[in-house]
T-cell receptor, first 112, second 117 residues
């Protein structure tokens, strides 16, 4: 079965600074990879996804992620963070059987 | 498009009673819906996969008699927490697949905060 590791439980960045959230996955085949964002008390919103093609994926809200097969990683990046980006971010990996598994999440705090 | 509506957004119930949570796909047909449980400051744990017209598939360790799932139509799945106890208090989230299969990602409902007193 597939699994996801998000090594950073909590990250704090200053507004305007760049951001990188780490995600490592374990799966025997080519994975389907996703990043979701969750605001407090809310559901999850899809930021971006990868399942084939260009390994650099552009998403909504200025986010991008790069799939690196050799490192089993799918890190999320944003060049300039806004205060409204403060939220919980989840990396997820999906398999052909439609099973989706989530990482533990990374909580992002944005300092003014 | 691809909106999933979950209702209610929060509910408080007495211990021993049952609570039903609805998950609707508003503008698409969802042959498969998923139910997750999320504890405070933790990730989402898949509880069960709900397929229209058939029995749900439960993850290991999830009590199927306590968490009843019904997927009677292509746009509605329900989760009923039966004989709820305080330890069932949690945030429950449903999701649905816009396209058949996982490659396009799933659309999530806004979640239901259940508090059992």
């Amino acid at each position: 079965a597939q699994s996801v590791t998000q090594p950073d439980i909590h990250i704090t960045v200053s507004e305007g600074a760049s951001l990188e959230l780490r995600c490592n996955y374990s799966y025997g085949a080519t994975p389907y990879l996703f990043w979701y964002v969750q605001s407090p008390g809310q559901g999850l919103q899809l930021l971006l996804k990868y399942f084939s093609g260009d390994t650099l994926v552009q998403g909504i809200k200025g986010f991008e992620a790069e799939f690196k097969r050799s490192q089993s990683s799918f890190n999320l990046r944003k060049p300039s963070v806004h205060w409204s980006d403060a939220a919980e971010y989840f990396c997820a990996v999906g398999a052909e059987n439609n099973d989706m598994r989530f990482g533990a999440g990374t909580r992002l705090t944005v300092k003014p | 498009g691809a909106v999933v509506s979950q209702h209610p957004s929060w509910v408080i119930c007495k211990s021993g009673t049952s609570v039903k949570i609805e998950c609707r796909s508003l503008d698409f047909q969802a042959t498969t819906m998923f139910w997750y449980r999320q504890f405070p400051k933790q990730s989402l744990m898949l509880m069960a996969t709900s397929n229209e017209g058939s029995k749900a598939t439960y993850e290991q360790g999830v009590e199927k008699d306590k968490f009843l799932i019904n997927h009677a139509s292509l746009t509605l799945s329900t989760l009923t927490v039966t004989s709820a106890h305080p330890e069932d208090s949690s945030f429950y989230i449903c999701s649905a697949s816009f396209e058949r299969g996982i490659r396009y990602g799933y659309t999530f409902g806004s979640g239901t905060r259940l508090t059992v007193v």
